[in-house]
């Protein structure tokens, strides 16, 4: 018998709950050192010696809970192409909005540059570029977030992705 045999392919489970609290779990986590600094520690890690943090647990539910249902989206396709259609109209829509949210509201909200200097400046548009083609060698806006003391990522998770679209 096929664990694929016993799935209910109905949503009717707590699977997104499950998935929410874990990606909760790892903002909470990311948020100690992005406003506290790189050697701030979040209570789990104070609680286990620097061993174990909130957002590995975290990570580590999402990555497992991901993987079945990303394996049983592709047995329920059963074909290739299909299969990667879909996965990529489930991240990139997101992905591109969420850049574009970056570029047009948070940038110009944020920034220490006016707006005309804002969008007149490359590292707007490389930002936009290599955020929306999964690299990232480019993750930051012009003059937003300089003075955060973990550095001035706009949305510091997404680097993530291009290793979930490479699995």
């Known amino acids: 018998m096929l664990l694929s045999d016993k799935t209910d392919y109905t949503r009717n ?6 998935r929410l609290i874990a990606a909760a779990m790892v903002i909470w986590s990311h948020a100690y050192p992005t406003v506290l600094g790189k050697g701030a520690k979040q209570p789990l890690t104070a609680l286990t010696g620097g ?12 990555f497992v809970i991901s993987g079945f249902l990303v394996s049983q989206s592709m ?5 290739l192409t299909s299969y990667a259609k879909a996965r990529a109209l489930r991240i990139f829509p997101d992905l591109i909005f969420c850049v574009l949210l970056s ?31 999964l690299n990232f060698l480019s993750p930051f806006l012009p003059g937003v977030f300089e003075s ?12 993530t992705l291009k290793y979930e679209v490479l699995c």
């Open 13 to 18: 489970n707590n699977l997104d709950l499950l």
């Open 51 to 62: 061993q174990f943090s909130m957002g590995d647990l975290g990570v580590a539910i999402f």
């Open 75 to 79: 047995f329920r396709l059963n074909d």
């Open 103 to 133: 570029i047009l509201l948070i940038g110009p909200l944020f920034s220490t540059l006016n707006t005309a200097e804002h969008f007149t400046n490359s590292r707007t548009y490389n930002y936009l570029i290599a955020t929306t083609t």
């Open 148 to 159: 955060n003391p973990y550095g001035s990522y706009i949305n510091g998770s997404l680097w």
